[in-house]
């Protein structure tokens, strides 16, 4: 772009479409690593990306116009593509969702169900990539879920309990926040820097009740009483209508990275080393003193009046701790969920939606920077690593992105849709702005005739006794 080439130099990058390895032993979600390894998000608007490729002082020739119908051609194709693919995915979810107002009438068997979830899953995942989205590895979920809260709460999540989770993360930054100042005796401000992720995703679905509790059994080696009364007690901490049937998804922004415990249905809050010396403290030396005086008073009580008073005082006592403990405990569940609240952005399909927007906003904002460059002089495919460097850089100058540009799908994308080929001696040919724009018109002609072809588990049943009301769980849900 001005050509590229001619306002950048080269700088060493990653490969293409590939992640900087995080050196071992270090927290991949710590500032030190976030220097390190560089997300592929482009934090820009698509418009800004357009107006800055089709600028007319990039295309000499007069194509400035052509550049931008066709690239506008090209965001319409892009978001048509992923209209598709989300249509496929919610008809996949159907059976799965706790949101649904349909009746379904459609009947599975245990067979049909693993595959549609496993089918789910791995949809789910290829569209969050798709929206630069970065996984994060089930191994290191000990890193992420920590006792130091932002919030000042002790969070603890039982991972085992669920069947299926998939975490992912988008914009890995700083926000600043005030908080007062200890050495100004908490009267003045500063200013903090508190690692956010700027979007959070989560998927799960909790293992059914008997598969759980046969864990249990085995890992703690019980008897299945006691098993099951310990996961009763720990999904206890779950809303009634919280089903093993159920795949849940929810976004989230601005999620400070110590709280990730938040997102997770069953987090249990515990008191912190603080809370537990203060009321060691308080309830010890209230009781203490309501016993001394207790036992006092019983000893020359003379009839049971006030035998009864001085027992009732020290009922007070202990009642007014057991109260303290319990409002404490209120006001940590009432901080988690004001602060969830704040940051919740999407929940199930309307996540799905979301994410199939952001996916085909990503692909499209990497086209256009890709087709910028390559048309605007001979490139063959030895050529390519330059072109990235080239990318990065302008990202880096311009906008001040450190970004990690993701050369390699953008060009699978305009290979595959004919926008560029390339030769038996590598070079790539790049169709100009007019003939780009008339292959999408061309794709757009043809697309119905290539709908997605979607898999058809189960099978419709004429008995309305087979019928299931909307998001009702199984017959043979946990207990």
Not at 436 to 443: S, V
Request: net charge negative.
């Amino acid at each position: 772009m001005a050509n590229i080439a001619a306002t950048m130099t080269e700088v060493p990058a990653a490969a293409p479409g590939k992640p900087v390895a995080t050196p071992a032993g270090l927290d991949p979600h710590s500032e030190a690593a976030a220097a390190i390894v560089r997300e592929k998000f482009l934090p820009l608007t698509r418009a800004a990306v357009l107006d800055r490729v089709t600028a007319p002082e990039l295309w000499p020739g007069g194509e400035a116009r052509e550049a931008r119908r066709f690239l506008t051609y090209l965001n319409h194709w892009r978001r048509h593509a992923y209209a598709m693919k989300l249509l496929d995915i919610e008809q996949v979810y159907e059976p799965f969702s706790p949101d649904t107002d349909l009746l379904q009438t459609r009947t599975y068997t245990a067979e049909d169900r693993a595959a549609m979830q496993r089918r789910l899953v791995s949809k789910m995942c290829d569209l969050l990539v798709q929206a630069n989205y970065t996984r994060i590895d089930p191994e290191s979920f000990g890193i992420i879920l920590t006792k130091d809260s932002h919030y000042g709460l002790d969070l603890h999540v039982d991972v085992e309990a669920f069947e299926e989770i998939a975490i992912f993360y988008r914009g890995a930054t700083n926000n600043s926040r005030r908080k007062r100042d200890l050495r100004k005796a908490y009267l003045g401000w500063r200013d903090v820097k508190v690692p956010v992720f700027q979007r959070l995703f989560i998927l799960f679905k909790l293992k059914p009740f008997e598969k759980r509790v046969e864990e249990v059994m085995k890992e703690r080696k019980i008897d299945r009483k006691e098993a099951e009364r310990i996961v009763k007690r720990l999904r206890a901490l779950l809303p009634e209508d919280v089903s093993s049937d159920f795949v849940y998804m929810k976004l989230f922004k601005n999620m400070p990275r110590s709280d990730v415990e938040m997102i997770f249905p069953n987090t249990k809050v515990r008191f912190r080393l603080f809370d537990k010396i203060k009321f060691g403290v308080t309830a010890g030396s209230g009781l203490g003193v309501g016993a001394v005086t207790t036992a006092s008073k019983i000893a020359i009580a003379s009839n049971p009046v006030t035998l009864f008073m001085a027992l009732a005082g020290l009922g007070g006592v202990a009642a007014r701790q057991a109260s303290n403990f319990v409002n404490q405990r209120n006001r940590y569940m009432v901080v988690m969920a004001r602060n969830l609240y704040f940051h919740s952005l999407a929940d199930n399909r309307g996540v799905m939606t979301l994410l199939a927007d952001r996916a085909a906003e990503e692909d499209v904002k990497e086209e256009m920077l890709l087709y910028g460059a390559l048309a605007r002089r001979p490139v063959g495919a030895g050529d390519l690593k330059v072109i990235d460097e080239e990318i990065e850089r302008y990202l880096k100058e311009t906008f001040d992105i450190d970004a990690n540009f993701d050369l390699e799908d953008a060009l699978k994308r305009l290979k595959a849709e004919g926008i560029v080929t390339e030769r038996a001696d590598g070079m790539l040919d790049v169709l100009r702005p007019a003939q780009a724009a008339a292959q999408i018109d061309k794709l757009w002609d043809m697309s119905l005739d290539n709908l997605i072809d979607v898999a058809d588990e189960g099978r419709e049943s004429d008995n309305p006794e087979d019928f299931k009301s909307p998001a009702e769980p199984a017959a043979d849900e946990e207990q």
